[in-house]
């Protein structure tokens, strides 16, 4: 009978934080008419990562990243004071515009979002902002920074482009290209540990029984850029294999899967190797040899494959 062998090969990238674009995120929404759902739902982004949220039926603000504690002391209590005052703000934005499209006696659903965002280059300081509504999932109205005016997408959003272009629109300016950046020096300077932190991922070989595909799971890794493959006798393969995407574990890591489709009879005549990549430093190698589970546990049938029998470190 011949050994089956798979290798699991992790390499890991040095990805500095320094010289890179950093950017800030909000994502707010407004709705009527839905049963059992928060009126006003808000989360913030840094980097693309969740760092808190609120929604107006708990109407507290959770911190997602333990980093962030580290910024002010009163920041859940200055977030939460923030985000009240938005879900008033917003309930009021939504009627008004449920006004202009003449919906003040529908009883159907009705969403306005709001998204807004600002990014800072640290290497040449340069930024950028803006700031768009929506309104029943179709543009409603944008911010134009450059043009110093706002821009409707709809004729019932221009006369609240007329209210809109004074103090509201100095509001807005003054916090994407002012405050907002100033909050992502902070992320950057209290996160910077977490953000430049390299945590190797756990990778497993899942299979429930020899004729079902076996997942190459990696998880627990950060940053979240890697790439999983896999190869039959050194070559890459292609076929047959499904790639998932990236996904966040609860912690702030991520996780990744691959799975390869491939009939027993294959198995036994080649060799197969799943690859987890960020760059072309070896990490670890991982292999796993079936029939040396089968030699330990005599008489058991051992469905399948499990990860992680042999460790050897490289360099």
Known sequence: ??????????????????????????????????????????????????IGYFNSETNQFKIRQDWVKTLD??????????????????????????????QTNDQGVHTIQLMYSCKLDDETGVTEGYCQFGY???????????????????PEAEIIKQKWNGAEYNYWKNYLEQDCVVWIKKYVMYGKIHLERKVPPQVSLLQTDPSSPVVCHA???????????????????????????????????FQKRAELKVMPDVWKKNHFTCVVE???????????????????????????????????ALV
């Open 73 to 102: 002391e009163k920041y859940v209590e200055k977030q939460t004071e923030s985000f009240r005052n938005f879900t008033v703000k917003f309930n009021n934005g939504l009627k008004m515009i449920m006004t202009q499209f003449k």
């Open 1 to 50: 009978m011949k050994t089956l062998k798979i290798f699991l090969l992790l390499v890991l990238q040095n990805n500095p934080v320094s010289g890179a674009n950093h950017s800030w995120r909000g994502l707010y929404t407004a709705t009527t008419g839905i049963k059992d759902f928060p009126e006003f739902v808000g989360v913030n982004f840094f980097n693309d990562e969740v």
């Open 219 to 253: 998880t627990g890794f950060y940053p979240d850029k890697v790439k999983i493959s896999w190869q039959k006798d050194g070559q890459d393969l292609h076929e047959d294999v499904d790639v998932g995407e990236t996904l966040p574990n609860h912690d702030g890591t």
């Open 278 to 312: 960020r760059n072309r430093f070896i990490l670890s190698k991982i292999r796993t040899n079936r029939s040396f589970y089968q030699e330990l546990l005599p008489g058991n049938n051992v469905p399948g494959i499990v990860a992680g029998l042999v460790v050897a």
């Open 136 to 154: 029943d999932g179709a543009d409603f109205i944008r911010l134009d920074l450059k043009n110093i005016d706002w821009v409707a997408a709809k």
